[in-house]
């Protein structure tokens, strides 16, 4: 079983649409989860971050986060053909600041 | 501008040959690592350095090694390739201290090995 498990999609949505991402992990450990976004032919950046359960919002994200069932999503509102790109949670324990363990990545597409 | 730089881009090499890739930040991070990417498998990490001359491996390190005598560069090195080994590879830096540990990746290089 792997650690961080991510439905790898594709999901292909119109614009405009709520969008639910979705990663569960294994490891009660994990102590900071993250939303990475990686354009075609690009590195990924970081785009949302937490380390609390609940939820963190920024403009049209929302990341969620809910420890007693080892989930986490992200939420875009109003997506845009823009938001097309793959999306990797990510997550590390509370005394390894550099080791990352990613799930597969989500390829979304937001068609006009 | 800040950011993370890899060469080549694109290479195709044969089994056997030596090859070095190349990775360079001038963001001054203590923090560097190597990680590759596979459909199916997401991200994974090879071997990472916490500062100059301080290198651990990650979670798939058979067949690579790599070196940290400056700050700026962390080369990649594949001393004999296998198909395997085939990946599409990033580079990545961040600073060592201070939440949430953003890593800034490079843009990729692309690897084929026949």
């Known amino acids: 079983q792997k650690e961080v498990e991510q439905d790898p999609g594709p999901l292909s949505v119109p614009e405009g649409a709520i969008v639910s991402l979705n990663c569960t992990y294994s490891n009660s450990a994990f102590q900071y989860f993250m939303w990475y976004r990686q354009y075609s032919r690009k590195g990924p950046e970081l785009l949302m971050y937490?380390?609390?359960?609940g939820n963190k919002e920024d403009g049209r994200f929302t990341a969620q986060v809910d420890k007693s069932s080892k989930y986490i999503s992200l939420f875009i509102r109003d997506s845009q053909p823009s938001d097309s790109a793959t999306y990797l949670c990510?997550?590390?324990?509370?005394?390894?600041?550099?080791?990352?363990?990613f799930g597969q990545g989500t390829e979304l597409s937001v068609k006009p | 501008e800040a950011q993370v730089t890899q060469n080549p881009r694109y290479l195709i090499t044969v089994t056997g040959k030596k090859l070095t890739v190349t990775c360079s930040q001038n963001m001054n991070h203590e923090y560097m690592s190597w990680y590759r990417q596979d459909p199916g498998l997401g991200l994974r990490q090879i071997y990472y350095?916490?500062?100059?001359?301080?290198?651990d491996k990650g979670d798939v390190p058979e067949g690579y090694k790599v070196s940290r005598k400056e700050k700026r560069n962390f080369p990649l090195i594949l001393e004999s390739p296998s198909p395997n080994q085939t990946s599409l590879y990033f580079c990545?830096?961040?600073?060592?201290?201070?939440?949430?540990?953003?890593?800034?990746f490079g843009p990729g290089t692309r690897l084929t090995v026949t």
């Open positions: 990545a830096s961040r600073v060592r201290q201070g939440f949430p540990y953003e890593q800034y």
């Open positions: 350095s916490m500062n100059v001359e301080v290198t």
């Open positions: 990510a997550m590390r324990f509370y005394n390894q600041g550099g080791k990352l363990i």
């Open positions: 937490t380390y609390s359960s």
